[in-house]
């Protein structure tokens, strides 16, 4: 090859790495950014004294003198929207019935906006569910309840080839000409007053656990089952995984078996995760009952199962790239076989094996498929670490799927959405950033 096209497919090759190092630069900032911002404001946002309410009477925190003074202030705002809904009330039910008949409907759903916005009515009885107990605790959520309490959603089907036409139309349109109509400008001007919205740093997202199917607290028990999952498949996986790897290296002998083997180690590094699940449901619950049904103990295992190749192959590696020369070295010394790998190939070959057992740990964390029949569970209280056993747990990757398609009111959760995304995905950097520590660390010890 001459010089000059050696030198130009130098300079392309470098430019493609160039180009390649930016695109991916550019992806993660398009993934990362949102994820941060939209993630932070599960902790950092602007609570209403509905949250400050909330706080107080689940986790007694807060000055309670300084929250019940702003629990009537908002109460005494609030007062006159409530006092005009019942007066209305009561002169529609001594009107005619053509009059109630008209207003019935636009009554009733100006009555449950205000509910959603508001909290329940003052002198009625206290809700049964909790999401119906308080108003909105967010400041973007009130504002939310306040445009549908001022406008009302219809949809207009005329044009056949545009599909339906969102129209927002005011509500007070539906009580024109009545005292009522004087209720929607009062609750444009006096929305601060009656939600008091201050900027509020809520670490208990990360530490209380769920009310109400998570419209209310925080994600502490999906955390900490995570943890109970990512724990108990790395005590199950890594040993054998290490321990099939320095059989392989060390004392197995090079034959047709072992090279079906390593085959079949690396096929089941490419199997689908949903199968390692389905495969835990039938066979560590259905068939070794290792519990009576999900708990952490068969998802770890079922996780140990999957990530078991990745543990094996990178530690196969990692034993391999020690130079031959350290085992020569210390055989011709006297030591035996198992000294040898023990004190000196397992040492120099730690940094390798590290980096695997972190990104299969990083891929445990992660991974939803394998746990959706063996141990997650949509809601639930934090486990005591003996309750693992028999018991299952949230955890974060299954929830960041539930919440975002199953739950009943996905859009009034957005935040409890990528806040967990968040929290994942700084568990799975802080993992990561451990290991580069560590195999520093053990790599310069070794220099030294």
């Not at 001594?94 to 207003?103: I, L, M, N, P, Q």
């Not at 001007?189 to 607290?217: C, I, Q």
């Amino acid at each position: 090859m001459s010089l000059p096209t050696r030198k130009i497919l130098d300079r392309a090759f470098s430019g493609a790495g160039v180009l390649a190092i930016a695109l991916m630069a550019a992806a993660l900032l398009i993934l990362l950014v949102p994820m941060f911002t939209r993630g932070s404001q599960a902790v950092f946002f602007r609570a209403t004294v509905e949250h400050r309410r909330f706080l107080l009477e689940k986790f007694e925190r807060g000055d309670r003198a300084a929250i019940e003074a702003e629990i009537q202030a908002a109460q005494a705002a609030r007062a006159p929207v409530w006092r005009l809904v019942a007066d209305f009330e009561s002169r529609l039910a001594e009107g005619e019935a053509a009059g109630r008949g008209k207003y019935r409907k636009p009554l009733k759903e100006l009555r449950n906006e205000l509910r959603f916005l508001l909290g329940p009515e003052p002198g009625k009885p206290r809700p049964m569910l909790m999401r119906d107990q308080y108003g909105q605790t967010r400041l973007d959520m009130a504002q939310l309840g306040l445009e549908r309490v001022l406008r009302r959603e219809e949809w207009d089907y005329s044009d056949p080839t545009k599909g339906g036409i969102r129209i927002l139309k005011p509500r007070a349109e539906d009580f024109e000409g009545t005292a009522l109509a004087e209720l929607f400008p009062y609750v444009e001007k006096n929305f601060a007053r009656m939600l008091l919205p201050r900027r509020t740093v809520y670490w208990g997202f990360l530490t209380d656990e769920s009310f109400d199917s998570h419209f209310f607290g925080g994600i502490w028990p999906e955390i900490l089952g995570t943890f109970y999952l990512t724990l108990g498949t790395l005590l199950l996986a890594v040993p054998m995984g290490l321990i099939a790897a320095i059989y392989l290296t060390e004392y197995a002998k090079e034959t047709r078996f072992l090279a079906l083997l390593r085959t079949c180690i690396n096929t089941l590094a490419g199997v689908p995760s949903i199968v390692f699940g389905l495969f835990g449901l039938a066979f560590f619950i259905n068939v070794a009952h290792v519990s009576p049904s999900k708990s952490v103990l068969a998802g770890s295992m079922t996780l140990a199962l999957m990530i078991l190749p990745t543990v094996i192959r990178a530690s196969e590696e990692a034993i391999k790239a020690v130079p031959r020369a350290y085992k020569e070295a210390a055989l011709s010394l006297g030591a035996g076989r198992w000294h040898t790998v023990w004190n000196v190939i397992l040492p120099a070959a730690l940094p390798g094996i590290l980096t695997g057992i972190v990104i299969s740990m990083g891929r445990a964390a992660g991974e939803t498929a394998p746990i959706i029949f063996t141990a997650a569970v949509s809601v639930g209280k934090p486990l005591a670490p003996w309750q693992t056993l028999t018991q299952p747990t949230p955890a974060l990757s299954w929830n960041i799927y539930n919440l975002a398609t199953e739950h009943e009111a996905v859009d009034l959760v957005r935040h409890v959405q990528y806040g967990l995304v968040l929290t994942l995905v700084c568990l799975v950097l802080l993992l990561n950033l451990l290991a580069i520590f560590l195999r520093a660390r053990i790599a310069r010890k070794m220099r030294n």
